[in-house]
């Protein structure tokens, strides 16, 4: 999968993508990671052939989306963001209808709908309503129809919103086991960092439809060069000559702000801390709390795009989180 310069403009004011440059070898799991209205969904409808870009270009497989669009539609498969199945029938009812819709032929429906259903846990389950399923177990059902088809590329818009810890990795348990079986590509969109690391081989962070930074896990945090000392300061005591000061260390590699946080970067946090508390002192600066952590990928984040992530994204999340809870109760 690749693009180049991919840019999106709704409705000649609104850019949702900008120049967007990505290469995903395929076999790998891909997650674009970002905020509210970053583009993520922009994107993925793109390389699903879904809308049209404005302009650039972008391949699956080495075909056009735009010139090739019904042969790359014969390769993927996507999960959308918003729910995809009908909650007042049965799961298996559900992967019928989807195998109907995708022109499977009546022969070879019910084997691929049960393999699906055994690929995502779901067997025993296949007669309920859906109604009665948890959020993973909808999750999975949405993973499951997706499959029917065997794609080759699998796309997944925050696949694992709203759920708890553990139907989060049961859902990617389920997701790992098929990647493995069908040699398949997983793209994914998500707000959870914690999710990018563990199961991507590699992440773009994307901001404002720009892809900020780029990188396997262990080198986005390597990036950073060091471990982070993070301050919570008295913001109006904190002025440049202190930032100078403390950048002047010669084991202080960056210095990253965020509101009222200071997120040192450091080669040798243990010996440099001393040194900076010094510094602080000396200029009247108080510290309410101090810090030292290896970095994460929300640091990451702080670093490329310039804000941290999670409070940003609460709002929309907390949506999909209560409308997935209403129909759990039915
Ligand atoms: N159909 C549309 N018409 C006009 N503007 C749109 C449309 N779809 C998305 N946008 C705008 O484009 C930008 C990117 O939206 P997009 O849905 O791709 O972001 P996202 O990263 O998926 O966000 P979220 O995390 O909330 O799902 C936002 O400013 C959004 O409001
Ligand atoms: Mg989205």
Known sequence: MKTVGLTKIYGGRIKALDGVDLNVESGKVFALLGPNGAGKTTLMRILTTQIKPTSGEAYVFGLSVVREGAKVREMVSYVPQEMSVWTDISGYENLLIYAKIYGIPPSRRNKLIWEALENMGLSE??????????????????????????????????????????????????????????????????????????????????????????????????????????LEVEDSAFGSKVLEAIKGLDVVSDIIMGGNEVNIVSRDAEHSLPEIMDILRLNGVSVRRVSITKPTLDDVFLKYAGVRLEPVAAGRI????HVRSMIRRG
């Open 125 to 230: 389950f296949a007669n309920n309503l859906v109604k009665t399923y948890s959020g993973g177990m909808i999750r999975r059902l949405e993973c499951a129809c997706a499959l029917l088809t065997r794609p080759k590329i699998l796309f997944l818009d925050e696949p694992t919103i709203g759920l708890d810890p553990s139907a989060r990795k049961a859902v990617w348990e389920r997701l790992s086991i098929f990647r493995k079986e069908n040699g398949a590509t997983i793209f994914f969109n998500t707000h959870y960092m914690d999710e990018a690391d563990l199961y991507a081989d590699e992440i773009a962070i994307i901001n404002r439809g720009r892809i900020v930074a780029l990188g396997t896990p262990e080198s986005l945090k390597h990036s950073l060069g060091g471990e982070i000392i993070s």
């Open 318 to 321: 907390s949506e999909v989180r």
